[in-house]
């Protein structure tokens, strides 16, 4: 008699256990979601701040994708990683992504930047959401798509259809960086 009041108490207890961890978790992974939503949106006020043209051409878009990242270096070799989301203007579908770089040259410090990738077609954002990429030897520089006159100014074209800025802390970076960024896909956040 003992061992089955023991059992059912047992039991009863796992499963509270199990549906207790369930919830804290959804919460957590909506923590997370509403997040990077915040800091999405922090980084698209930042673009707007110093490009206020860069607003007409996310709003016209197929879709943007929204990342703040932080980087270390020390002497010869840096790296990083940061948070962000694409967001598909059509469908409101937002899938939510992260960033690894790896950089090589000389410096030291850290150094937080936000990068904002405007995509012209739906091809241009479902290649970058599905395939995640793989970005070597970036330069940021001011440029204009030649079509839509000086919507995308401040913007460098780094793959078809697709426009990136990109601000330090310092604001609107004109350089010239070596580095190597991967953007993917958080599973378990979509």
Not at 37 to 61: C, F, G, H, I, M
Not at 80 to 96: L, Y
Not at 118 to 144: C, H, I, P, R, S
């Amino acid at each position: 008699m003992r061992m089955k009041t023991f059992m059912k108490t047992f039991t009863i207890l796992t499963v509270l256990m199990a549906m207790t961890v369930a919830v804290v978790s959804a919460a957590t992974v909506e923590e997370k979601r509403q997040k990077i939503r915040d800091v999405t949106n922090e980084t698209l006020e930042e673009v707007y701040s110093a490009q206020p043209k860069a607003r007409d051409a996310v709003a016209n878009a197929a879709g943007y994708a929204a990342f703040t990242i932080t980087d270390a270096k020390i002497i010869f070799l840096g790296g990083g990683g940061g948070k962000g989301m694409a967001v598909n203007n059509s469908t409101g579908q937002e899938i939510f992504m992260g960033a690894d770089d790896v950089q090589i040259g000389f410096g030291l410090g850290v150094k937080k930047y936000d990068v904002l990738f405007v995509f012209e077609t739906e091809k241009a954002l479902q290649d970058f959401t599905n395939n995640g990429w793989d970005v070597g030897g970036q330069a940021t520089v001011a440029a204009t798509d030649g079509v839509g006159g000086d919507s995308l100014e401040g913007a460098v074209s780094v793959a078809p259809d697709t426009w990136m800025y990109q601000l330090t802390d310092k604001g609107l970076e004109a350089s010239i960086t070596l580095r190597g960024i991967h953007y993917f896909q958080v599973k378990e956040l979509n």
